[in-house]
């Protein structure tokens, strides 16, 4: 993982190693509360690709509430450059227009368009092959390190294990721990089933985001972009 500290000189010096609460998923890491510039240049010293960056704007209103405006870009991190600017995604908005299906939802508008994206234009490069020893190792220390389901192991698991690098045995110990759940029942459940056994064991929260994100259905977009101001 990457974790963010600082140097005499005030730079930001990422470290990598140490698995803590800024540890995110397989390939994700926190690198820190920073100027964009200065995230951009950690990044590039530690070899990170892409830099998801949000942008959080907070103001009070005349009501007394607190209004939090967030933008997410992503920015390739040797040009500097972003590859995807998202909409703002504002909370009174949000809840505002919770129940209108005629609005377009930005945050899952932002899902659909990350989603093409990676499709489109995100192609990693193939890495070196992994060892059988290497597969072992790694789903060893991830087995030690879970307390609770750990989804982002789990297909990490299943890459090794597609791939030959460990037994069918080695496979289903590591994926009830990384999801609390028989391989040999998961295997063999529908995709609905498999949806609803891997959602038993998590938050509450979890649960209802998940369910909240596969039961919506994108509405149609509209010709015309919401003008009207939050107070």
């Known amino acids: ?29 926190y690198v820190g509360n920073d100027r964009l510039s200065t995230l951009l240049d950690g990044c590039r010293r530690v070899g990170i690709d892409l830099l998801i960056h949000f942008d959080v704007e907070l103001m009070g209103t005349r009501q007394g509430q607190v209004s939090n405006t967030t933008r997410m870009n992503i920015y390739d991190v040797v040009s500097k450059r972003p590859i995807y600017e998202g909409p703002a995604v504002n909370n009174l908005r949000l809840a505002r227009e919770a129940d ?11 899902l659909v ?20 020893e290497e597969a072992r190792v790694r789903i ?31 496979y289903a110990a590591a994926f009830l721990t990384f999801t609390q759940v028989e391989a040999s029942v998961f295997e063999n459940a529908s995709p ?5 056994l891997l959602l038993a064991p998590q938050d509450s929260s979890i649960v209802l985001t998940a369910r909240e994100a596969s039961e919506w ?15």
């Open 1 to 29: 993982m990457l974790t963010a500290r600082r140097e005499e000189d005030g730079a930001l010096a990422p470290t990598r190693g140490k698995v803590d609460g800024r540890y995110l998923s397989v390939g994700i890491e």
């Open 100 to 110: 209108n299906r005629t609005v377009e939802n930005p945050v899952f508008r932002s």
């Open 113 to 132: 368009d990350l989603q093409d994206l990676i499709e489109r234009r995100i192609a990693p490069t193939q890495g070196r092959a992994v060892t059988t």
């Open 140 to 170: 060893a220390a991830l087995v030690e390190g879970t307390s609770a389901p750990n989804w982002g192991a789990a297909c990490e698991l299943r890459e090794y294990y597609t791939a030959g690098l460990l037994t069918a045995d080695e």
């Open 192 to 196: 609905d089933e498999k949806f609803r």
């Open 217 to 231: 259905t994108p509405p149609p977009p509209r010709n015309e972009a919401i003008t009207d101001p939050i107070d």
